[in-house]
């Protein structure tokens, strides 16, 4: 089903009549004390009663999450339903990790495995990297993690999955025995997924022309960092600059690390071949990536500059509204303009080290849209080629999800009152690296 939907510069300046509605209604009842709490102490105890457990495990550190709340409750200004969905985000990734903590003190065989290879997207935001992250999940030798999975990581209940972790064999002792059906039907992180995605629908009816939600569809695993409070996740979605200084200062080593741990309970309930991940944030820790995640090779889409960057400042803007009560465009402009020339900076560092340039095959945007088997082959050249299988299932995906499913997007630098100027300020040694690698300035 095609959505006749423009979104344009106008549509992301107000929410639905009745989302503002509610806000309104809801803070004026502020004074009779409802409005929530986001106090660390407060959270922590909510997770602990919500899920029975007590023990967040030996390395976990309330230090980003004691920042992060200052900055939210001094400098986010959100309304109403903002502070909810905050709220209730933060006592599940306490609530995950905690029942993470339970798994891996029960079964210690979890963190032995040693991690998949892994294929890493890395590209710029709006370059490509959800499309072509969907059709790799096409692989059935691929680990991916879907919507539903990489915001709830941990099975809701305890026991569903107790089967599957040890089983019994002749000899009377236990062995890993994965599960043959993933997710069980009594899961039900794949509903609370789905209601989310529909609640997304309900607040920003045109965001899905931004980027397509889809609950079975992988999503960005830097879900998986939010679970030590160390990702530019909240940056995107609110103003907390004090937080995303002391971030941008800060060793994330910690935070991979645990996100591998997540990766071997992934890959143990639920195996494959090899991994594949994505999120723009890891353009920033290339680094850290393959200390901590083992043998990976980084795939990296490019598009125009001009184009990728008002996209996703567009895109952020749709984010703000869902949480903030005043959303300023130039304000996200001017924090992540910046922001973007820094983690392009930090990747060129990495990839321009002696021998890190064979880890990577770069692709482009615009070939990716029109001719995506030809992109994909570049991609396989490093697993044997294609097969006629893969490309049957990469077309089949083409079709069912195809270019603008959910409309077109409009935006442009003047929505944000920028020029191209504004840009090459940040990103000229990118565009000129990019210039020469394919031989043409910021390739149309």
């Known amino acids: 089903m095609m959505y006749n939907i423009d979104l344009l510069k106008e549509n992301f300046r107000k929410n ?80 995950i990790r905690l029942r993470a903590a339970y798994y891996f003190k029960k079964y210690l065989q979890i963190l032995e495995q040693p991690l998949y290879p892994a294929w890493i997207i890395v590209g710029l935001q709006r370059t490509g990297t959800t499309k072509l992250q969907r059709l790799l999940a096409a692989d059935p030798d691929h680990r991916v993690i879907p919507s539903w999975e990489v915001i709830n990581p941990m099975p809701l209940d305890l026991n569903l999955y107790q089967d599957q972790f040890l089983t019994p064999v002749f000899s009377g002792a236990r062995q890993h025995s994965p599960s043959t ?23 920003s009816p045109g965001f899905f022309a931004v980027h397509p939600i889809d609950a079975l569809q992988p999503e960005e695993d830097i879900l998986m960092l939010d679970l030590s409070f160390m990702s530019t996740t909240p940056e995107a979605m609110m103003p907390v600059p004090t937080y995303a200084s002391w971030l941008e200062r800060s ?16 890959q143990w309930i639920h195996p494959a071949k090899r991994w594949v991940l994505k999120t723009p944030h890891h353009l920033e820790f290339p680094d850290l990536i393959e200390k901590h995640f083992g043998a990976v090779h980084f795939i990296w889409p ?25 959303v300023d465009p130039g304000q996200i402009a001017r924090h992540w303009v910046r922001k973007i020339g820094y983690m392009l900076d930090k990747a060129l560092d990495y990839r321009l080290k002696d021998g890190n340039g064979n880890k990577f095959t770069d692709l482009w945007y615009h070939d990716l849209i029109s001719s995506s088997l030809e992109e994909m082959s570049k991609i396989y050249k490093l ?33 944000f ?19 020469k690698l394919y031989d043409k300035h910021q390739r149309p």
């Not at 039907?185 to 794949?190: A, Y």
């Not at 009152?417 to 210039?435: E, F, M, P, S, V």
């Open 383 to 415: 697993d044997g080629g294609l097969t006629p299988d893969l490309i049957q299932r990469f077309q089949e995906h083409e079709v069912s999800h195809p270019h603008r499913k959910y409309g077109t997007h409009h935006y442009s630098l003047a929505d």
């Open 302 to 326: 490019h598009r125009t500059i001009y184009e990728s960057v008002p996209s996703y400042l567009s895109m952020l803007t749709y984010n703000s509204l869902m949480f903030c009560e005043k």
């Open 16 to 95: 639905p009549f009745w989302f503002r509605f509610l806000n309104a209604g809801w803070k004026a009842t502020y004074p009779l004390g409802t409005k929530l709490k986001l106090d660390k102490d407060d959270l922590i105890r909510t997770a602990k009663k919500t899920t029975g457990l007590s023990d967040f495990g030996p390395d976990f550190n309330d230090e980003p999450l004691d920042r992060l709340l200052w900055s939210i409750n001094h400098e986010a200004n959100l309304h109403p339903v903002g502070r909810f969905i905050t709220r209730q985000r933060y006592v599940s990734l306490l609530s």
């Open 251 to 266: 060793d994330q080593s910690d935070a991979y690390a645990y996100a591998a741990k997540i990766m071997k309970f992934l």
């Open 181 to 203: 059906v993933y997710p069980k039907p009594g899961d039900r992180r794949i509903k609370m997924a789905n209601l989310s995605v529909r609640a997304v629908r309900l607040i």
């Open 417 to 435: 009152n920028l020029t191209q100027g504004d840009i090459d300020l940040h990103t000229k040694r990118y565009q000129d690296y990019i210039a």
